[in-house]
Structures are given as C-alpha cells and as structure tokens.
Nanobody, 127 residues
Framework: QVQLVESGGGLVQAGGSLRLSCAAS????????MAWFRQAPGKEREFVVG?????????LHADSVKGRFTISRDNAKNTVYLQMNSLKPEDTAVYYC???????????????????WGQGTQVTVSS
C-alpha cells in the first residue's frame, strides 16, 4: 500500500519557520516529481512548490512563496521536505504532499499530474 505521510506542521508566530517532511512508503518515487500544495479555509487547494525527480533537481515556486519556501528531496530516504521561513498569517493552511510515478525531468504545478497524495498537515501562523 502506497502512503505519503506528512509531518512537522503546527502553530508558529508570524516571521517564524517550520520544516515539513513527507515520507513515502510502499514504492519509490525517485523517478517522479514531487510537490507541496496547500488549502486554506474556504479556498481551493493551490500549488506551493515542486521539484523534479532528482535529489537537488530543478524547482518551481508559486509567486507567493518565492524567497521564503524551499523544497528539497532525499531519494535515498524517499522523502521530500518543505522549509518555510518568514511565515505569514496568509500561509495558514493544510499542506499536502503529492508524488508522481512517471519520469518527470521538470517540476509540475498541475494537480492532476500527481498520482498520490498525503492526508495533509495543518500549519497555522498567528499574527
């Protein structure tokens, strides 16, 4: 059974930092892109940041998080990370990890491109 399990969410003050992790099990995703999406209350789920298949591969960021959020992956651990700095109240959302099975040389921001999703982890930023 394939699972993506996010961890690291929580409550933080504006300006603070959090690091999210997403550990995959049941199969390897070393050939496919991985990404983080988020869904704020009353809003649709949106793309945050994605990374291509390689450890240290190319990345793609939503404009709202450029310069503040960094995605990385460790294919040996089948894990992707999201380092979030300079957090703002508008970053409050449930954050989801997504993984694609097929070979992906470029990061992707389109939700249907992803095959597996985690259950999400809550990030709350207080002002």
């Amino acid at each position: 059974q394939v699972q993506l399990v996010e961890s690291g969410g929580g409550l933080v003050q504006a300006g603070g930092s959090l690091r999210l992790s997403c550990a995959a099990s049941g199969r390897t995703f070393s050939s496919g892109a991985m990404a983080w999406f988020r869904q704020a209350p009353g809003k649709e789920r949106e793309f945050v940041v994605g990374i291509s298949y390689r450890t240290g591969g190319s990345t793609l960021h939503a404009d709202s998080v450029k310069g503040r959020f960094t995605i990385s992956r460790d294919n040996a651990k089948n894990t992707v990370y999201l380092q979030m700095n300079s957090l703002k109240p508008e970053d409050t959302a449930v954050y989801y990890c997504a993984a694609r099975v097929r070979v992906t040389p470029q990061p992707l921001d389109y939700q249907p491109d992803y095959d597996y999703w985690g259950q999400g982890t809550q990030v709350t930023v207080s002002s």
